[in-house]
């Protein structure tokens, strides 16, 4: 039962550039989208979230685009740097509980 | 900046025994949280509590699982009889109430059953 679907298990970008993260629903359901990013031996880390009655979220370097006619969610950190090596998690919340994604993990070349 | 702490960082045990995990939520969360991540896997809803109660928990929360709010302070996780399979990360997460929907986790617990 995947619901919630991140096809790229690993990315590579060089520092500087654009980091764009995907991530894939089914349920129609979700109401709220989140990423979390995670270290080796660590929880994850609430980093964005959106609403579904947006399409678009900034923090920082941090932007959540939401495409609900597609069913389809992207995070994009620019520009990218070396501590945003981690796996990021995208997941989706309905009835309080979040549906994780199987992660991507993201290296930033120096 | 509050955070969610868990107990102990590594749990290893022989299956057939019972554990207990624990967790001390972020102190004005309401809703509480357990997730598990076996190894090379995605990260798992196990079940939510809110006031006293379980709200909802999925397949995998079956008879052998527990949680309890002993206090005001700690969120437990027991397992009767640990299983082979019960090997995971465990992760204890809070949310603030009504209307917000970012959910905060602790560092996990590494629970190792042979």
């Known amino acids: 039962d995947q619901q919630v679907k991140q096809n790229s298990p690993s990315l590579s970008v060089q520092e500087g550039r654009i980091s764009i993260l995907n991530c894939d629903y089914t349920?129609?359901?979700?109401?709220?989208f989140l990423w979390y990013k995670k270290y080796p031996a660590e929880g994850p880390t609430f980093l964005i979230s959106?609403?579904?009655?947006?399409d678009k979220n900034e923090d920082g370097r941090f932007t959540v685009f939401l495409n609900k006619s597609a069913k389809h969610l992207s995070l994009h950190i620019v520009p990218s740097q070396p501590g945003d090596s981690a796996v990021y998690f995208c997941?989706?919340?309905?009835?309080?509980?979040?549906?994780f994604g199987t992660g991507t993990r993201l290296t930033i070349i120096p | 900046e509050p955070e969610v702490t868990q107990t102990p960082s590594h749990q290893v045990t022989q299956m057939g025994q019972e554990v207990i995990l624990r967790c001390v939520p972020i102190?004005?969360?309401?809703?509480f949280y357990w997730y598990r991540q076996i190894l090379g896997q995605k990260v798992e809803f196990l079940v939510s509590?809110?006031?006293?109660?379980?709200?909802?928990k999925s397949e995998i929360f079956d008879d052998q699982f527990s949680v309890e709010r002993p206090d005001g302070s700690n969120f437990t996780l027991k397992i009767r009889s640990t299983k082979l399979e019960d090997s995971a990360m465990y992760f204890c997460?809070?949310?603030?109430?009504?209307?917000?929907?970012?959910?905060?986790f602790g560092p996990g617990t590494r629970l190792t059953v042979t």
């Open positions: 997941a989706a919340c309905g009835n309080e509980k979040l549906t």
């Open positions: 349920n129609s359901m979700f109401d709220y």
């Open positions: 959106i609403s579904s009655i947006k």
């Open positions: 102190s004005n969360h309401l809703y």
């Open positions: 509590f809110y006031n006293n109660e379980i709200s909802e």
């Open positions: 997460a809070s949310l603030r109430g009504v209307g917000v929907y970012e959910q905060y």
